[in-house]
């Protein structure tokens, strides 16, 4: 049995989330300016003054745990708890005045998320899963649900391109959607908040970095969901970064068995 995620650590992780919006909504759909990071993708003085904020009340209260943020890197990387943070993800919806980006807050007790929240700032929805609790949604719990087999599922996907790069990932990713109802792109980490709360049946992903996902997998897995790699394995910080979340176990397995022909 998982051990519980103490209330101490949910308590700080909503503080955290407070702090990110309160800077997060200073910003949205004002002029602001866009930095180019060495990988070509965008920041902004939101992103960088959000995870600073982050940091500092992690710092004061639970001096001892580790950090990992998209922005200024690790800190204590070995600890036995690590907070993962992404103060903007979706930082191109962010800059485009689109609601669906999100903070992502998660922490990990021996490598194993056993807290994660997604925050909406703009709409005011947070997502809570933390290990021996249901997950919730403004308090109150939610539930995945899938509409039937894999011809009936609704598939989600930030974006095609995050495949190209793969001829292999390409060609699985083109027979999964193939099979499914319909296609849907765009979304960020709100899609993982849609799937947790029974909109939608299964997410994938390529070429994420593990402050993109950590936070996702306790809010699917609390919601009834599973969350895993293309191979199924449990995600971590060593995971490649395909990642696959499904509303139910044997949804995830027909999408799993379609990905590894």
């Known amino acids: 049995m998982t051990t519980p995620c103490p209330a101490a650590f949910v308590a700080l992780g909503e503080r955290l989330a407070d702090a990110a919006r309160d800077v997060v909504l200073r910003h949205f759909r004002q ?13 902004t003085v939101a992103d960088r003054d959000a995870e600073t904020a982050m940091r500092g009340l992690i710092a004061a209260a639970f001096p001892d745990h580790g950090t990992i943020g998209e922005e200024y890197g690790s800190d204590r990387p070995g ?26 807050i998660s922490l990990l007790r021996d490598g194993r998320p056993i807290l994660g929240i997604i925050d909406q700032p703009v709409t005011g929805e947070r997502w809570i899963g933390a290990a021996g609790r249901p997950t919730t949604l403004g ?17 989600w996907t930030t974006s095609p391109y995050m495949f190209e790069t793969d001829a292999d990932d390409a060609a699985a990713y083109d027979r999964l959607r193939r099979q499914v109802k319909f296609v849907h792109f765009g979304g960020e980490c709100y899609q993982f908040g849609m799937l947790a709360s029974g909109f ?23 919601a009834g969901g599973v969350m895993s790699d ?14 696959i979340a499904a509303a139910d176990p044997a949804l995830h397995r027909a999408a799993l068995r379609v990905l590894a022909r």
């Open 230 to 243: 293309w191979q199924g394995r449990p995600l971590g910080l060593d995971s490649d970064g395909r990642v």
């Open 200 to 222: 939608v049946d299964l997410v994938v992903e390529g070429d994420l970095d593990p402050y993109d996902f950590m936070a996702l997998v306790p809010v699917v897995e609390g």
């Open 79 to 104: 600890a036995e708890h690590v907070w993962v943070l992404d103060p903007i993800d979706g930082t191109k919806a962010f800059l485009s005045g689109v609601p669906i980006f999100g903070t992502l």
């Open 139 to 155: 308090g109150k719990p939610v539930r995945a649900a899938t509409r039937g087999g894999l011809r009936d599922a609704v598939l």
């Open 31 to 43: 002029p602001i300016g866009i930095i180019d990071k060495a990988d070509e993708s965008p920041v």
